[in-house]
């Protein structure tokens, strides 16, 4: 199975998940007389859609390169990660607004049943998110990984929730609002998993270096190739899956031009074979007798 179509599998698994538990959240949030749980309910109502943004981007990326378009299409990737951190933003600003709002109006004590869908949540969630990041660190998708983590934070306010009415429930009369206070507090912990996703998502798309470990292994399958004595310079970024590599070889100098291209295509071929997930190498050629010039 390529990594574009275990990215793609993942990201129904994530719609099919999400889609459910809205609509159980929904249901034992109205009837359990809990925010908490119908705040849960909005984040997983936004995770359906910003799953599907991921899926879209997924089968954009996935493309192949064309004439305008000589690099793929993989920079929609990190763009549908931005989008999804905007869903994120604007799920954690409705709840903390009514949380505020129900914070100061007065209501009757959530049912006690809603602890139970809460647990069940919270494993479901712990395991999506387990599953849905190996999927991630396998295919290298970044705005697979934003999924992941969007199953990590609606566990997280599904603990908040759960802490929040047992709290209410034990203390009774008067703690009402610990459920609301639990929702206000899943926002914030929202806003900040927000920008924990946004920032790797915006060092793929400004070229930041982030790749020393492939860098190494390129390195290292380098110096097995005939007519290589070393590397210098090695330039790594992401578009997508896949992988782009700016790299100087070192080569004899008294070799002819024409033996310095073979070697730089056998250096090429050499390196895709044993890290697939590099797209496309730029070899440039230097002369051993030129290095400390």
Known sequence: MSLEQTAIKATYFSMIGNTLLAITKWIAGYFGNS???IADA?????????SFLVFLGIKYASKPADENHPYGHGRIEPLVTFLVVVFLVISAT??????????????????KFTLIVLGVIIIWKEISFRIVL????????????ADAWHHRSDAITSVAAFIGISIALIMGKGYESADDWAALFASGFILYNSYLILRPALGEIMDEHLYDDMVDQIRIVSQTVE?????????????GMK????????????????DGHEI??????ALQTMIPEIAQVLIHIEPDDMIDQ
């Open 134 to 145: 190996s999927k991630s660190e396998k295919t290298k998708s970044s705005s697979l990984k």
């Open 94 to 111: 409705i709840i903390a607004y009514e949380s505020i709002q129900n914070i100061q109006t007065p209501h009757e004590l959530p049912k």
């Open 42 to 50: 909005i984040e997983s109502t936004t995770d359906i859609f910003s």
């Open 243 to 258: 992988y782009y590599v700016d790299l100087h070889a070192v080569v004899k100098g008294e070799i002819s031009v024409k």
């Open 227 to 239: 007519g290589v004595i070393e590397t210098e310079k090695c330039y790594v970024r992401k578009t």
């Open 35 to 37: 925010y908490a749980l």
């Open 264 to 269: 730089s295509h056998r250096l090429k071929d």
